[in-house]
């Protein structure tokens, strides 16, 4: 008797799931960085100081996208404006970096980082990677539905 053990096939198909679930990650942390950036409260139509949640013309949170990680996140880098593009939504393609799988999540608009990193308002400030903390949790079991198949 024979046994053909079909070994690359089998690790072709069980990395293929996991950039299933790398993706799925990845647009998870996407979406929860969205939620946190809301509308800055105005009063007759002026922006109120201190009021704000990171949220003026919504280019920011349209910017928020999830990417391979050679992806290129300076094509974000637009003036702020009502009519710019939605880069999220778009499942990435994860890379293979040695034995890892990685998907990046972030905003290459030029001001992106200093609101991430600087906002007064503590509900703004890391809102990319305190999304990641969130749903890291739920990572395990995304995994595991991805492999069962």
Do not use: C
Not at 50 to 71: E, F, N, V
């Amino acid at each position: 008797m024979d046994l053909n053990w079909e070994g690359a096939a089998v690790n072709a198909e069980i990395e293929q799931r996991l950039k299933g679930a790398v993706a799925e990650i990845a647009l998870r942390i996407e979406a929860k960085a969205k939620t946190k950036l809301q509308p800055s409260q105005q009063v007759k139509g002026r922006f109120v100081k201190g009021g704000g949640r990171g949220l003026r013309t919504g280019t920011l949170r349209r910017s928020i996208h999830a990417d391979k990680p050679s992806g290129n996140f300076g094509s974000d880098n637009v003036a702020a404006g009502a009519g710019t593009p939605e880069r999220g939504g778009q499942e990435p393609t994860p890379e293979r970096d040695g034995t890892r799988l990685m998907a990046a999540v972030g905003s290459g608009l030029g001001y992106a980082m200093y609101v991430h990193q600087g906002h007064y308002n503590p509900e703004v400030q890391g809102f990319i990677t305190r999304s990641a903390e969130e749903v890291m949790p739920q990572a395990l079991s995304i995994v595991r539905r991805h492999v069962a198949g």
